[in-house]
């Protein structure tokens, strides 16, 4: 990533923090310097381009337009990844949303169905969340879909915009 970015995405060479490409937020930052990295992360012409952060970034925190979340390490639960990857795309174009994990935590069945991606993300996910009181067929309208009929090359459709498997499965387009 240095090679890329150069030194002045980092500390190195840089006289004021506050210049910096890469930034980072965890809960032992000072308040004026989270206050900083929130607000110049907001800004379409921010200086500051990639947050590594712990989940202290992640409650609260409204921006539409984050088009990429790197998930790294075992999550808490399948809620706090859901919310975590939940940060991108807010704004409804698309986004990606990576998982890297050696090995699961709690939720191990979910997060091995995600890495053999045998069936759609989405719905491996909301299906850990379904109550014992829910009917069976409650996801039954994700597990049904077909491709679209429209042949959409834009990747708009239901099928295409739903995660990476259904995207790959649901080719909508030669394209």
Not at 53 to 65: K, L, N, R
Request: aromatic share 8%.
């Amino acid at each position: 990533m240095m090679a890329f970015l150069g030194t002045r995405a980092f500390n190195e060479g840089v006289a004021d923090p506050k210049k910096c490409m890469v930034s980072m937020n965890h809960a032992h930052i000072a308040e004026p310097l989270r206050k900083h990295i929130l607000s110049e992360f907001c800004k379409p012409d921010s200086v500051i381009r990639i947050v590594v952060c712990t989940i202290a970034f992640g409650m609260g925190v409204e921006i539409s337009d984050v088009k990429q979340v790197i998930h790294w390490g075992k999550a808490a639960s399948v809620l706090t990844f859901w919310q975590e990857v939940g940060r991108c795309g807010r704004d409804g174009s698309q986004c990606t949303a990576f998982l890297y994990v050696k090995s699961g935590g709690r939720d191990t069945e979910i997060f091995n169905k995600l890495k053999s991606d045998v069936e759609c993300h989405r719905l491996a996910v909301l299906q850990a969340f379904k109550l014992s009181v829910m009917p069976d067929d409650v996801f039954d309208v994700l597990k049904n879909r077909q491709s679209c009929s429209q042949l959409c090359d834009t990747f708009v459709c239901a099928c295409c915009t739903c995660c990476s498997h259904c995207r790959r499965l649901y080719q909508c387009s030669d394209v």
